[in-house]
């Protein structure tokens, strides 16, 4: 274990006044504590953990720290991606695919990591210019995540570009692993967030494909999921899938307004970027059925 954990510890704990005889009291002894907090020994994982919940701090809290208050080149990575996608900044997405593709991979080459990484700026590019994700992409992330029975906040950061480019059953079987890992998604705000926007994506794909069953059910069902249907946002936008799936069902003029009266809800409410948010989603799920 890197020395600055040590430090790390006995920083946190003078930051608490605590005494190396009240934090290590029960857990480990004083001067086993005492060594490690100099550098001049390690402790467990096992007894790491108990240290930092009597000083009352996270384990992600603790790594961040540990870190120097940064995230790891992983994260980095990922949410370089998401920003520029957000940005809608094509050049960037470009010039981190170059990267990627020119990297020293330093990982033994048959993990599956290097190339997803690869293939989450493709979709994000391929989102932004309207252009398909190569079918042997498509193919390899799959075999990757239909193969995973529990998925963790890297796989969710890859998986957010990927639903217009996936067939309707194979989103069927995404969201079957979605919300059976939502539990534990749950603990983690990020976690939630992505898998939320995860199944906002699928429902849109599946309207964009004329699954309109499939998409009111899923509808249904993300209400339904008490840690989903929490955030305004997502009851919003669920609702003006309803309004569209009304559109496309011929039900026009009653849909418009539902989709009328949601905006001024929004525009009382000073929510202009929900507002833009929705006009767009309208906009593009309506014009496609016609």
Known sequence: MSDEYGKSVRIIRENRNLSLSQLSDGIVSKSTLDKFELGDSSISFENLLPLLQRLRVSLSEFLYRVNGHSTSPVTQTLQKTSRAYSRKDVLSLKRQLSELVN?????????????????????????????????????????????????????????????????????TQLVDTLFKNIPTFFHSMSNITLATNILIAVIGQLIMANAINDAEHLILRTRREPAIAAYLTTTLTLTEYEAIIQYRRGNQAKAAESHETLIAFLKILDMHDAMSSLDSLWDQLTTAAE
Request: glycine share 2%; no cysteine.
């Open 103 to 171: 990297e020293k991979i330093l990982e033994p080459k048959n993990l599956p990591f290097h190339r997803l990484d690869i293939i989450a700026v493709k979709a994000a590019l391929g989102m932004l210019q309207n252009v398909p994700l190569p079918k042997e992409d498509v193919d390899f992330a799959m075999s990757y995540f239909l193969t995973q029975n529990e998925w963790f906040h890297y796989d969710l950061a890859i998986l957010q570009f990927l639903p217009p480019f996936l067939a309707s059953d194979i989103l």
